[in-house]
């Protein structure tokens, strides 16, 4: 049982309520298998008593898209980064892909898009979109500007988590090696002839 929905908090404060309870749901069924239903009924109130917080099923899912993008960002300004660039760097992924790993369900709705047709409005997107904003003036103070070097960039440090969610859930396999990546394209960026 997750808990029952307190009706004498705050609008705002029930919201964070269901969205905290849809997360704890979604870890023990899945993402995909997250229900209005089976939430409902973990909150103690009726599925048409979650339309006054969530119009649909997709609006659940924007709003806890948002919420893990936002407790991510609250983790990587909580990071006490060096003023080596290239550590900095190291230190800033090492937290993102510690924070990214340590939740199957957030890493899936926030990375990996599982649910059909499900697409996070704009302003649940800005959160993200702030956080990759970071990386990237981060690279850059670390001499990585190209655009396709930075996409090639999030690609490796993607497929690390990949790799290691995939075959060695809360090991180390992969993620190991982070620091050895970072420090190895850093080192060799795409050379352009421009």
Request: hydrophobic fraction near 45%; proline fraction near 5%.
């Amino acid at each position: 049982m997750i808990g029952r929905l307190d009706r004498q908090a705050s609008r705002e404060d029930r919201t964070a309520a269901i969205v905290d309870a849809a997360w704890a749901l979604a870890r023990t069924e899945g993402i995909g298998g997250l229900t209005l239903r089976g939430l409902a009924r973990e909150l103690g109130i009726s599925q048409p008593s979650l339309y006054e917080y969530f119009a649909s099923k997709h609006a659940l899912y924007d709003a806890m898209f948002a919420d893990g993008n936002r407790r991510l960002a609250e983790h990587l300004d909580a990071q006490r980064l060096p003023s080596d660039p290239r550590r900095a760097v190291q230190r800033f992924m090492r937290a993102f892909v510690d924070f990214t790993l340590e939740d199957d369900a957030r890493l899936q709705l926030l990375f990996q898009r599982p649910i059909p047709g499900f697409a996070p409005s704009p302003a649940s997107y800005a959160t993200a979109a702030a956080v990759l904003d970071r990386a990237v003036a981060l690279l850059a103070e670390a001499g990585l500007e190209d655009p396709a070097d930075v996409d090639c960039f999030v690609a490796m440090v993607g497929g690390v988590v990949a790799a290691q969610s995939s075959n060695d859930p809360g090991g180390t396999r992969w993620t190991r090696h982070l620091d050895r990546l970072v420090d190895l394209y850093l080192d060799n960026p795409r050379r352009s002839s421009r």
